[in-house]
Each structure stands twice: as C-alpha cells, then as structure tokens.
T-cell receptor
Framework: LAKTTQPISMDSYEGQEVNITCSHNNIATNDYITWYQQFPSQGPRFIIQ???TKVTNEVASLFIPADRKSSTLSLPRVSLSDTAVYYC???????????FGTGTRLQVFP | DTEVTQTPKHLVMGMTNKKSLKCEQH?????MYWYKQKAKKPPELMFVYSYEKLSINESVPSRFSPECPNSSLLNLHLHALQPEDSALYLC?????????????FGPGTRLTVT
C-alpha cells in the first residue's frame, strides 16, 4: 500500500491560489489518487480524483507528474470557507483498502 | 439524494453499556464503510461491507460488531467499550468497493465512553 506524506499545515489569504502537494513514492500501477476536504465535526467530502496528468473540475485541479510519485491539489482563489483539512488518498482498484494521508490543515485569512 | 445519514449524532455510554450506531444511504451504493477518527487524526478504516458481505475487518476489537441488514443500512454494535474508544465514528458509502471509488460520508456520531 502506498504511504502518503503531506505538509501538516499551510496558511493563505483570500483570493490566492493554494497548492497542496502529496508524496506517494510507492504508488502502484493500479492506484488512483483522490483528495478529500474535511471541516470540523463533519465527514470528509470528495474533491477530485485522478490517475495521471491533469484533472480539473469546478472546484479544483489535480496535477500528477509522469512518474506519479507525487500529486498537487490546486485550489484557485481560496476563500475563508476553504479553511479545512485536506486529505490525499491513494487507493488501488485491486484491493478494498483505503488509507488516508496525515492531512494538511489549511487556514485562509482575510 | 446524495446523503448518508447517521444516528445518533452524539452518544455517551458507560463501559458496561450496549449501544448501536446506525447508518443509512439511498443512493443504491453497494459498498459501505465504518471509520474511526480521533481528534486531529485522519479517519481509520474499521470495516467494509461489499454487497452486504463483510469484506474487510481491520483487526478491530470484538467489542465492535458490524452488521449490514440490507444494502441501505449499516449498524455498528458497541459493547464493553473503553474510554480510548471515544472518537468520531464515520459511515461512508460508494458505488462499488474499489480503491478509486468516490466515498460519500455521513456527518458522524460523536461517541464518548465514560
């Protein structure tokens, strides 16, 4: 199972772009990369998922280099409501196991 | 309806009590999960049900007993818990049980064991 490493915390200001990187050196061929957001006392919420290159949806982009040993979640123009913990998750389509990373606590200031 | 509901929201129980946590989804998902989350830590997978059969048990103590009565419901029966079992218990569901499947989480049950 691929172990993930993320920065413990990050600070930003409203309107800025935030990039959170996740390291997963042991990622396997069949592993997907998924990011979740969690607010205090709530369950995590799916943000985005990818396998390689770049994926974009209405809230974020996910960049995955060719070697797939890391990935970067990009949040454009953050607001105060983006203050949360962000988890990087690596999961294989061949197993039932999902392991959350340590999480990055993002604090957005006015 | 993309909601996973959990009851109760809060639960306080003594070490000799028996209680149950309930989870429900009506999205037609065939995989359901129980996670345990301690403060400032990531969720830890406890159990996975796939097509109403237990497919993963992450070496969880027997004082936690899962049950999946049907494809929409998931229970977690609690008995003789310890204070260190106090945590947020999260239920989730996904279309199928695969590592790449998007999981939908409920709001959790905040459990305190006294």
């Amino acid at each position: 199972l691929a172990k993930t490493t993320q920065p413990i915390s990050m600070d930003s200001y409203e309107g800025q772009e935030v990039n959170i990187t996740c390291s997963h050196n042991n990622i396997a061929t069949n592993d997907y990369i998924t990011w979740y957001q969690q607010f205090p006392s709530q369950g995590p919420r799916f943000i985005i998922q990818g396998y390689k290159t770049k994926v974009t949806n209405e809230v974020a982009s996910l960049f995955i280099p060719a070697d797939r040993k890391s990935s970067t979640l990009s949040l454009p123009r953050v607001s105060l409501s983006d203050t949360a913990v962000y988890y990087c998750l690596v999961g294989s389509i061949n197993t039932d196991k999902l392991i959350f990373g340590t999480g990055t606590r993002l604090q957005v200031f006015p | 309806d993309t909601e996973v509901t959990q009851t109760p929201k809060h639960l306080v129980m003594g070490m000799t009590n028996k209680k149950s946590l309930k989870c429900e989804q009506h999205m037609g998902h065939r995989a359901m999960y129980w996670y345990k989350q301690k403060a400032k830590k990531p969720p830890e997978l406890m159990f996975v049900y796939s097509y109403e059969k237990l497919s993963i048990n992450e070496s969880v103590p027997s004082r936690f007993s899962p049950e999946c009565p049907n494809s929409s419901l998931l229970n977690l029966h609690l008995h003789a818990l310890q204070p260190e079992d106090s945590a947020l218990y999260l239920c989730a569901s996904s279309q199928v049980n695969r590592g790449g499947s998007e999981q939908y989480f409920g709001p959790g049950t905040r459990l305190t064991v006294t």
